[in-house]
């Protein structure tokens, strides 16, 4: 009897690696959700990525894990069907994490070149302030910039009158980036909401 123990506990040993594989490797996904996002700009911020990678890992545990344990047994019967459901379980986390690694390196140079085009949509907002309307210029650290799309920004700086902002619409599919001025004077917040852009 002793040795069935023994035998049992060894196999609970070697297959005990599911549960702090997920504390884990949940951790390091939201923040590598953030770090290198796999579309846009990631979840937008640590417990969003905390919340989206745990949820995907939770439903491959208990969903995936389960079926491909099933699998394992067939080519292992000798395998119990915790240690069997806990390694499959295991390998779909590594699996995941090394997709999202993938994913994101992948994205990389998509956010990048959306990084330098908002570097140069600020440049451009810059540059016309300073040489176009030096009133707004103590307004510069406060502007407030949104992609309407690709290629297209709105940046609104604000003012001596808080209603009464600057606000820009930028091209940056040309060298240097377009400028326009909006003769509408509502902040990003709500020029959506008033449908100020189609």
Known sequence: MERVWLSRLRWRMRGAWQWPLFVVLTLGEAVLLNRLPLSG?????????????????????????????????????????????????????????AAIVAGGLIHRPAVREEENERLAQALAVSDYVHVQAPEFRPGLAQADSMRLREDLYRTCVPGDDPKRPLCIFVTTDQSPPGVTVDPDKAFNSEYRRHGGFD
Not at 44 to 66: S, T
């Open 41 to 97: 700009d990631g979840p937008g911020g640590f417990v969003p990525g905390l919340l989206l990678a745990g949820f995907g890992n939770l439903l491959l545990i208990a969903v995936l894990a389960p079926l491909l344990g099933r699998r394992v047994r067939r080519r292992r019967p000798d395998q119990p069907a915790g240690v069997a459901s806990d390694r499959a379980g295991s390998a779909l986390l590594v699996a995941a994490l």
